[in-house]
């Protein structure tokens, strides 16, 4: 593994927010306006924390539309299978999104 990738892998789950995020999406793909009301944050914190995952190459993105929805990746880091099975289980948090109508179903 190329050390700068290494490094940015390092930082990317040395940071709470962004475990959070790989928690969740261990549930769910998801957009950024789906986790603003779940981490309380704002659209911009969460694209950089986003941003952050994807040079780290542990998330992916879709584009449909006007939307951009992110999924687990990390193809590359047979270990982080490991990493993601001790993180806690948000999937109550995703089912709220649903519950409230917050989970975007629809992306035209």
């Avoid at 475990?19 to 999406?25: M, S």
């Avoid at 309380?40 to 986003?50: D, E, R, V």
């Amino acid at each position: 593994m190329d050390l700068e990738l290494m490094a940015e892998l390092h930082k990317a789950l040395g940071d709470k927010t962004r475990l959070k995020i790989l928690a969740l999406l261990k549930t769910s793909e998801l957009c950024v306006c789906e986790l603003v009301p779940i981490l309380k944050m704002t659209q911009p914190a969460i694209s950089q924390h986003m941003r952050k995952l994807k040079t780290a190459k542990l998330v992916k993105e879709r584009r449909a539309g006007q939307w951009v929805f992110y999924s687990l990746d990390g193809a590359g880091y047979p270990f982080l299978e490991g990493i993601l099975a001790e993180l806690p289980d948000l999937s109550g948090e995703v089912q709220r999104l649903k519950d409230e109508g917050l989970k975007v179903v629809c992306c035209d």
